[in-house]
């Protein structure tokens, strides 16, 4: 079964440090998005993507954060500059269409020391 | 805007036992409403989803959700646990028109006892 995937699992950073996480979205879905889930609190909603740009993104998406589609098969979530509180698991997840159930990967869990 | 409440936060039961998982949804229409299942170190999975028709909706793993408009809840039951439903729980809510993004609840961990 097509799978969403997700690197690094567990990423360990210094609190201002530049970090990169990576997905590699279900091939044929054209919808992508990202979510975190802070320890204890609710999945969030993070941004959504969709032909290579965004298209809906929540205000936890400051300035800090981006978002990329770099090639035909990876999209990745950047924060610029790590704060103790960017601490949490990020999801990423794909779909077929904008009204359609979401593929999840597995999380890329971040500690920001 | 929709929000999502899941009132417990652990549920324990044991093996063999039945099984309700708590949901409450806020929007102002008919929502898409879904329940994942996370499993330790595995993304979310889909159980089940509502997006109209029949209230009572049936999903994979035995599990099965009833929609109740009256109460705005959307409660995940199994008749009879088993080990390997050890998990967190997720229930999420999705507009039924327009931009589509789920929200999300924080989550139910299942805790199974033999």
């Known amino acids: 079964e097509p799978e969403v995937t997700q690197t690094p699992s567990h990423q360990v950073t210094q609190m201002g440090q530049e970090v990169i996480l990576r997905c590699v979205p279900i091939?044929?879905?054209?919808?992508f998005y990202w979510y975190r889930q802070i320890l204890g609190q609710k999945v969030e909603f993070l941004v959504s993507f969709y032909n290579n740009e965004i298209s809906e993104k929540s205000e936890i998406f400051d300035d800090q954060f981006s978002v990329e589609r770099p090639d035909g098969s990876n999209f990745t979530l950047k924060i610029r500059s790590t704060k103790l509180e960017d601490s949490a698991m990020y999801f990423c997840a794909s779909s077929t269409s904008g009204a359609n159930v979401l593929t999840f990967g597995a999380g890329s869990r971040l500690t920001v020391l | 805007a929709q929000s999502v409440t899941q009132p417990d936060i652990h549920i324990t039961v044991s093996e063999g036992a039945s099984l309700e998982l708590r949901c409450n949804y806020s929007y102002g229409a008919t929502p898409y409403l879904f329940w994942y299942v996370q499993s330790p170190g595995q993304g979310l999975q889909l159980l089940l989803k509502y997006f109209s028709g029949d209230t009572l909706v049936q999903g994979i793993k035995g599990f099965e959700a009833e929609f109740k408009r009256s109460q705005s809840s959307f409660n995940l039951r199994k008749p009879s646990v088993h080990w390997s439903d050890a998990a967190e729980y997720f229930c999420?809510?999705?507009?039924?028109?327009?931009?589509?993004?789920?929200?999300f609840g924080r989550g139910t961990s299942l805790i199974v006892h033999p």
């Open positions: 999420a809510v999705g507009p039924s028109g327009g931009s589509y993004i789920p929200t």
């Open positions: 091939s044929n879905h054209l919808y």
